[in-house]
């Protein structure tokens, strides 16, 4: 059955090669990927940058009356840019200054956390399958299903409120105190991805060859020396790898959070994708135009970062 | 896996560093932190409405005895109650009338008694509320929905697997005019969530008459940037001498790729074979969007059926919750070895 | 290759699937979504339905309310949408409904029965179109937790009382029997409302534009604050989730956490199926301001949409639907207040509820004449969304301490105004 099927493609595509040659049959592996990229994520992109500088509540850009610049001009419209209530738009910054600060906390906790973790899943330890898949198991759940879950412990009457009220304590309202609330969302989004990121550093520290812990080990060098003079800088190339994939994430996040905490109390957690979600969907209050001028924002930030990342591997590779 | 081995090997085992214990206490923590949370969602998912607003929550699910008393048709729900003189005893109540409870003693039916309702406990036994589950399923087209959600997950998996395994052979093995610009477009939109374009899809959908049809649902996520960057590192991994050599043997570049470079990339297509799995059996916000009819709705839009508009019957969410964990937490269970061992030798190098 | 087996028999095992569907006659599609238990009942009047009518089937979409909130408005732009749905915002979906006057049999009867709804219905200078029909009426209005009083030993106030002295006995009774919300409302621009029109707050001026923040809309805002400050409300409902997201306290009043919990009579089913016999509660009439005594009215229509390619067959599923004994059936079976004059007139038995369920649902029926002009204007403004919206948001965020009230207030004005004008621009 495997062969057959195998051999019925064989026969086109090696015609396929005679007839165009051997140096144009990589824009043959490429055409259904591009295709449905095409289609699906470069023709909608171009629809929501229409978007942005038209106006009115219409669906079809051809409805919609050409506004220019105006969306942008709306969203930047700023007393000051580093006081979101300054803004016209003061969700659009509050979106931007919460992103922001939770990235910096977020990345932080989950690059320390998940070094840590890889360190010791590689030390000489029992069951290291079992602790490995552990620590993984949370990367398969969906988003919604992780803020679920956590919202169900933090509430008022959930099980963390148990414990603290077990040994005497008062209950805290986690999710509606501000400080809170950022730090459950960056403790509960470090819980549910630490384990994909343990994993890639994990395979970098394997892959550091053993004598050189041998030497170091021979000239008794202390641990935290050998760690900081050998280990880090051997790493580094995952750890970048790390550091940007999580940087990344942490700017788009939002079904977790707006599962968990629903950008509140007030807009302490409120995220830009979260924004430009409620801003194109929330309440009939649809707002494509906006919305669309604030994507094409991110997009632009994600997009800086994606090619600091690209520069980032070609200078590991050269 | 030899390095490992080495890696574990250069330490001596009779000597213990404070280290060890610290790392077995890290990693016992770690598991009730990662376990934990998921057991409690399980726990309670059994618990009737009731039993899910009490305070303190009990571990396991509970809810109240009810016994059959002489000269009553109905079961009534057993009390401890604490009577004037101290004493305890239970009694099962027959009414509540404002802060009063009317009260008989189960084993002599006549002696009825009027007790404060502060004064009384519940008396709890084990049971599982299974009708959490049964309900909302027994409401809805479960086995219908069960399969639409198998067919996207694995047709779009497979044509996932497919079209990204080509794209990243392209990428890899060759040196072609425009490379640059196809990497760019790949890594470009690696980081466009769906969320922020979600009205322009629908609407090429939309055009493409793909509305209410699971390929509306299977397609536009099919070209994943993820998917083409993770096989594409692996595949440069690959010894180029294997290549030039099914060359030299006069294989056609489709052979090479199918025959030889596939087969080495096993455990990146493996990977990413469960992530799509993941991807595709967990998402919501796209299908809800384009399926509106019930024959092809997926199991996350059935499940979430009963979520209205002014109220959340934290009971239901709780049990399907489960439900649709269970089928991934399954599949991990028998894959892990393969999921971990396979990120850790993609490596992202 | 077993993944091509495996996708042959998907394919087939969907082609199927279609195919037994189209084999039926006239096939209606209706989107739905449920709070409790009014999609089953909707299912067997559906049933009835079609055993008399053999050449219609009527297929029941049931989806979650984010469903109809946030994409059916989409798929209607796109003309995507389904041949009836029941929707909740009416003024929004306006322009996408068909008007059925010319199909019906007897359009008199509806005009007679629902005629102040189906203004809601309408897009402005309309005044004859019948797109459908009142699945549900709802107003607004408090519900006690009156076991909690007894045990306080505090008398409750009378049908008159204010705002205030609601405000003063609730928090009375909640330290007394330490419970966390002595009143809570819900997170709701439309559940403010209900308050801020009893203060006096007008709404529109004398053009009819609106005009949200007078005095008697900074009266009730006032009140809302200083009640989150001086601990009458907690900040758990009004002060967490951002934006316009909806917040209960329906679990905590099941719980018996909350003395008094402002919300509506859409309640009333659960409560009478979860409470049980746990405590007594009331529902008592809404309590009073500086202007009046006035609830605020709601609900969700069944309406049929414009793009529907078999309208004869809809106006006979709506004529039955909505006729006197089934409608009747419908409501009665939900525990929903009526959205149907004669109904109401008479009076529904409700055979299902308990005699709390029937005491409530008779307290909130009762509550319709009591309604003010303001508070029906209010709800059949088209925009009326865009007003709740940017009042919740920013009251909202005044509570969370993240702005002044005097903010609030401007940013209020400054969103309504700004949103209008993006919705209106052609």
Redesign the interface.
């Known amino acids: 059955m495997l062969r057959g099927a195998t051999r019925i493609i064989d026969w086109p595509m090696e015609g396929l090669q005679r007839l165009i040659g051997e140096r144009r049959m990589p824009y043959v592996f490429l055409l259904p990927n591009l295709a449905f990229f095409g289609v699906f994520v470069f023709v909608p992109i171009s629809i929501n940058f229409l978007y942005s500088v038209t106006g009115g509540p219409a669906l079809f850009p051809a409805e919609r009356p050409f506004v220019g610049a105006g969306q942008y001009a709306y969203l930047f419209d700023c007393g000051s840019f580093v006081d979101p209530s300054s803004c016209r738009e003061d969700h659009f910054w509050r979106g931007v200054s919460n992103t922001l600060r939770f990235t910096a906390f977020q990345v932080v906790a989950m690059v320390l956390l998940s070094l840590l973790t890889a360190i010791v899943l590689n030390m000489k330890i029992r069951g290291r399958g079992f602790f490995r898949a552990v620590y993984f198991f949370p990367v398969l759940l969906s988003p919604v299903v992780v803020a679920l879950i956590w919202k169900w412990i933090l509430q008022r009457d959930g099980l963390l409120n148990a414990g603290i009220t077990g040994l005497g304590g008062d209950k805290i309202l986690f999710l509606s105190e501000p400080g809170w609330a950022m730090f459950w969302i960056i403790f509960v989004s470090v819980w549910a991805h630490m384990g994909f990121y343990t994993l890639i550093l994990l395979a970098g520290l394997q892959a550091i060859p053993a004598d050189i812990y041998e030497a170091a080990e021979m000239d008794a060098t202390p641990r935290w020396r050998v760690f900081w003079r050998l280990t880090l800088p051997l790493l580094w190339p995952n750890l970048i790898v790390v550091i940007v994939l999580a940087l990344i994430r942490a700017v788009q996040t939002f079904d977790e959070v707006f599962v968990l905490t629903g950008g509140g109390p007030g807009t302490s957690t409120l995220m830009v994708v979260q924004y430009i979600y409620e801003t194109a969907f929330s309440n009939q209050v649809q707002n494509f135009g906006l919305a669309a001028a604030a994507s094409v924002v991110l997009g632009i930030v994600l997009f800086a970062l994606t090619l600091a990342q690209l520069a980032f591997s070609q200078r590991k590779s050269s | 896996m030899k390095i490992a081995q080495l890696l574990t090997a250069r330490r001596d085992a009779s000597h213990r560093h404070w280290t060890d214990i610290a790392a077995y206490a890290y990693l016992l923590l770690g598991v009730v932190l990662m376990f934990g949370p998921v057991l409690w969602l399980v726990l309670s998912s059994f618990k009737t409405q009731a039993g899910l607003l009490e305070f303190p929550p009990s571990l396991l699910p509970m809810s109240q005895k009810e016994i059959s008393v002489a000269g009553y048709p109905q079961p009534l729900p057993l009390f401890t109650v604490t009577m004037e003189d101290g004493t305890t005893r239970q009694l099962a109540q027959v009414r509540r009338v404002g802060i009063q409870s009317q009260m008989v003693d189960p084993d002599n039916p006549s002696q009825q008694y009027r007790v404060a309702i502060d004064k009384r406990v519940p008396v709890r036994e084990f049971s599982l509320a299974t009708e959490n589950y049964t309900e909302p399923l027994a409401r809805f087209a479960f086995p219908r929905f069960l399969a639409n959600s198998v067919f996207v997950t694995v047709v779009a998996t497979l044509i996932t697997l497919l079209i990204n395994s080509m794209a990243a052979y392209a990428l890899s093995i060759y040196e072609f005019k425009g490379k640059n610009a196809a990497m760019l477009m790949v890594i470009g939109t690696l980081m466009i969530p769906i969320t922020i374009i979600l009205v322009p899809v629908y609407l090429v959908v939309t055009k493409l008459g793909l509305v209410n049809s699971l390929w509306a649902v299977i397609l536009p996520g099919a070209a994943t940037p993820t998917g083409v960057f993770l096989l594409r590192q692996y595949m440069l991994t690959l010894p180029r001498d294997l290549i030039e050599a099914a060359r030299m043997d006069k294989a056609s570049e489709w052979q090479i790729y199918w025959r030889i470079v596939m087969p080495l990339t096993l455990p990146a297509l493996a990977v990413l074979a469960i992530f799509s799995i993941m991807w595709r059996w967990n998402e919501f916000l796209w299908p809800l969007a384009v399926l509106t009819k019930t024959e092809v709705y997926t199991l996350q839009i059935g499940l979430n059926a009963f979520q209205g508009e002014l109220q959340t019957q934290w009971q239901y969410l709780l049990a399907m919750t489960v439900m649709t964990l269970t089928p991934v937490a399954i599949v991990f269970v028998f894959l892990q070895r393969f999921i971990t061992t396979g990120i850790a030798n993609t490596g992202m190098k | 290759?077993?993944?091509?087996?495996?996708?042959l028999g998907?394919a087939l095992?969907?082609a199927s699937?279609?195919v037994s569907?189209a084999q039926a006659q006239t096939t209606l599609?209706m989107?739905w979504?449920?709070?409790?238990n009014e999609?089953?009942v909707m299912s067997d009047l559906l049933r009835r339905f079609e055993e008399q009518n053999k050449d219609i089937k009527v297929?029941?979409?049931?989806?979650?309310?984010?469903?109809?909130?946030?994409?059916l408005?989409?798929?209607l732009?796109?003309?995507?949408g389904?041949d009836l749905a029941r929707v909740?915002?009416l003024g929004?979906?306006a322009r996408y409904m068909l008007d059925l006057r010319p199909l019906l049999k007897d359009p008199a009867y509806f005009e007679t029965n629902f005629g102040p709804f189906l203004e809601w219905m309408r897009l402005p200078g309309d005044k004859t179109s019948i797109p459908g029909f009142m699945t549900q009426l709802t107003l607004t209005g408090p519900l006690v937790n009156?076991?909690l009083f007894?045990?306080a030993n505090i008398a409750m106030p009378g049908p008159k009382a204010t705002w205030e002295e609601w405000a003063k006995a609730a928090k009375d009774v909640a330290t007394k029997v330490q419970a966390?919300f002595p009143v809570a409302i819900d997170r709701s621009g439309h559940r403010f409302f209900s308050l801020a029109i009893t203060q006096g707050a007008k709404v529109f001026d004398d053009k009819g534009e609106p005009a949200v923040v007078d005095d008697g809309f900074k009266r009730g805002a006032q009140l809302v604050y200083d009640w989150h400050k001086n601990g009458v409300m907690s900040?758990?409902l009004w002060?967490?989730?951002?934006?316009?997201?909806?917040?209960?306290a329906?679990?905590e009043f099941?719980?018996a956490q909350v003395v008094m919990y402002v919300s509506g009579s859409?309640?009333i089913g659960?409560f009478d199926k979860?409470i049980g016999?746990?405590f007594?509660w009331v529902a008592v009439p809404t309590p009073c301001g500086p202007a009046n005594c006035s609830p605020m009215p709601g609900g969700?229509a069944l309406v049929a949409i414009k793009t529907t390619q078999h309208p004869k067959e809809v106006a006979r599923l709506v004529e039955y639907l909505a006729s006197e004994k089934v409608v009747g059936e419908f409501y009665d079976r939900s525990l929903f207040v009526p959205g149907h004059l004669g109904l109401a007139k008479q009076g529904l038995t409700y055979k299902d509820a308990s005699q709390q369920g029937k005491a409530a649902l008779k307290v909130f029926s009762e509550g319709v004449s009591t309604l003010s002009p303001v508070a029906n204007k209010l709800q059949g403004y088209v925009h009326n969304?865009?007003i709740?919206?940017a009042v919740i948001?920013r009251l909202?965020?005044a509570?969370?301490?993240?702005?002044s009230l005097d903010?609030a207030y401007k940013?209020i004005t400054?969103d309504i105004e700004?949103?209008i004008a993006?919705?209106?621009?052609?």
Do not use: H
């Open positions: 290759m077993k993944g091509t087996k495996m996708l998907c095992l969907a699937l279609v569907n599609r989107t979504y449920s709070d409790g999609g089953e297929v029941l979409d049931q989806v979650p309310f984010k469903a109809i909130n946030e994409n408005p989409v798929q732009a796109a003309g995507q389904p909740a915002d929004g979906v009156k076991t007894e045990q966390p900040k758990e002060g967490s989730v951002a934006g316009t997201a909806y917040r209960g329906n679990d099941k719980n859409w309640q659960q979860t016999n746990g007594d969700a969304r865009v709740f919206n948001s909202g965020q509570i969370a301490g993240e702005a903010e940013r400054a700004q949103q993006e919705r209106t621009k052609k």
